[in-house]
């Protein structure tokens, strides 16, 4: 059974470029050998997260991330049983900001800065989906 996690999360000050792509790497190593794929958006030390894959590989990585001493206030936004991925080509994609029209960040929220925790979880999923359909996210495979 395939499901699809949406998660927020304030990043501790430990996080930084470094840190981030020390993650990025991490999960492109360790998530293709348990199914999971997946996009991460970070900025302003914000995380904004898909999970894709197996419900218990799933829950597992999200478990791990809920106690990792690097991020704080973990929201849970979203979980479904879901037919098919849709981020399936990602072991770990990222949102490449610089590249990030702020009209699209305007179209979902009141500003122009990623504030997941002021939006639901089907309006973050409806902007990670139109991020995709405008190559704003990196780090194919």
């Known amino acids: 059974m395939l499901v699809r996690l949406m998660y927020a999360s304030r990043a501790t000050d430990a ?7 020390a993650i990025l790497k991490r999960s492109k190593v360790h998530n293709p050998a348990v199914g999971v794929t997946g996009v991460l958006c ?3 030390g ?3 997260q898909v999970l894709e894959g197996g419900r218990s590989a799933v829950s597992a ?3 791990r991330i809920a106690t990792d001493p ?6 849970l936004l979203s979980y479904e049983e879901v037919d098919e991925r849709r981020f399936a080509v990602w072991s770990m ?7 990030l029209n702020p009209a699209l960040l ?6 122009a800065a990623l504030d997941p925790f002021a939006l639901s979880g089907k309006v973050s999923l409806a902007l990670f989906d139109e991020l995709v359909a405008t190559a704003s996210i990196v780090g194919q495979g």
């Open 46 to 48: 914000v995380f904004l």
């Open 15 to 21: 996080v930084d470029q470094d840190a981030l792509v």
């Open 61 to 63: 990585l999200y478990n």
């Open 106 to 111: 305007l179209k979902y929220s009141e500003s």
């Open 70 to 75: 690097r991020h704080r206030e973990v929201v």
């Open 93 to 99: 994609g990222q949102v490449n900001m610089s590249r």
């Open 42 to 44: 970070f900025s302003s």
